[in-house]
T-cell receptor
Framework: AQSVTQLDSQVPVFEEAPVELRCNYS??????LFWYVQYPNQGLQLLLK??????LVKGINGFEAEFNKSQTSFHLRKPSVHISDTAEYFC????????????FGKGTKLTVNP | DGGITQSPKYLFRKEGQNVTLSCEQN?????MYWYRQDPGQGLRLIYY???????QKGDIAEGYSVSREKKESFPLTVTSAQKNPTAFYLC????????????FGPGTRLTVT
């Protein structure tokens, strides 16, 4: 079974600063990895996904993530954040063996301050 | 526009009453899911269905029931047996393999008093 750990429950940053949201996963099989964003009282929107190939994945809104198999990590980064990036971010994993289920981390609340 | 609709956005019920949450998708997806979200808990899978007339329990199915009579619809009933039903409920759907990217609805916030 897979599990996902998001190491920080809350991350406050100032506008235009860089940010990294950390995600580690545990799995005995190869995985697909996802980052979703949730704005208050809304559903989740896919930011980016790692399926295979290049370990650096670019997503929407200027976000990118790097898959590190040896460290079982999939950290999300943005070089310069905006006030509008304030939201909760979820890392998720699914196994490549055919299961359609996603396992989510508990989320990281990113707050961008002026 | 293709997407997932959940209704209503906010729902209030008295303790001891069953309540059904609606989820409809027009993405022609085979698989549908129900999640429960509580503050600081992330998303927890309640039920999922990979095909019409078939569904499986997720991690926290107790006190919930579902049906999948049509490909487009996957209603969730929160029964009086669910001990702590107040939460934000999210419905999602995904196509068939090999990558199961899930698309989410806007959610229903259920408050039971």
């Amino acid at each position: 079974a897979q599990s996902v750990t998001q190491l920080d429950s809350q991350v406050p940053v100032f506008e235009e600063a860089p940010v990294e949201l950390r995600c580690n996963y545990s799995s005995s099989v190869s995985v697909y990895l996802f980052w979703y964003v949730q704005y208050p009282n809304q559903g989740l929107q896919l930011l980016l996904k790692y399926l295979s190939g290049s370990t650096l994945v670019k997503g929407i809104n200027g976000f990118e993530a790097e898959f590190n198999k040896s460290q079982t990590s999939f950290h999300l980064r943005k070089p310069s954040v905006h006030i509008s990036d304030t939201a909760e971010y979820f890392c998720a994993v699914s196994d490549q063996g055919g299961s359609e289920k996603l396992v989510f981390g508990k989320g990281t609340k990113l707050t961008v301050n002026p | 526009d293709g997407g997932i609709t959940q209704s209503p956005k906010y729902l209030f019920r008295k303790e001891g009453q069953n309540v059904t949450l609606s989820c409809e998708q027009n993405l022609n997806h085979d698989a549908m899911y129900w999640y429960r979200q509580d503050p600081g808990q992330g998303l927890r899978l309640i039920y999922y269905s990979q095909i019409v007339n078939d569904f499986q329990k997720g991690d926290i199915a107790e006190g919930y029931s579902v049906s999948r009579e049509k490909k487009e619809s996957f209603p969730l009933t929160v029964t009086s047996a669910q001990k702590n039903p107040t939460a934000f409920y999210l419905c999602a759907s995904s196509g068939t393999g090999p990558v199961y990217e899930q698309y989410f609805g806007p959610g229903t916030r259920l408050t039971v008093t």
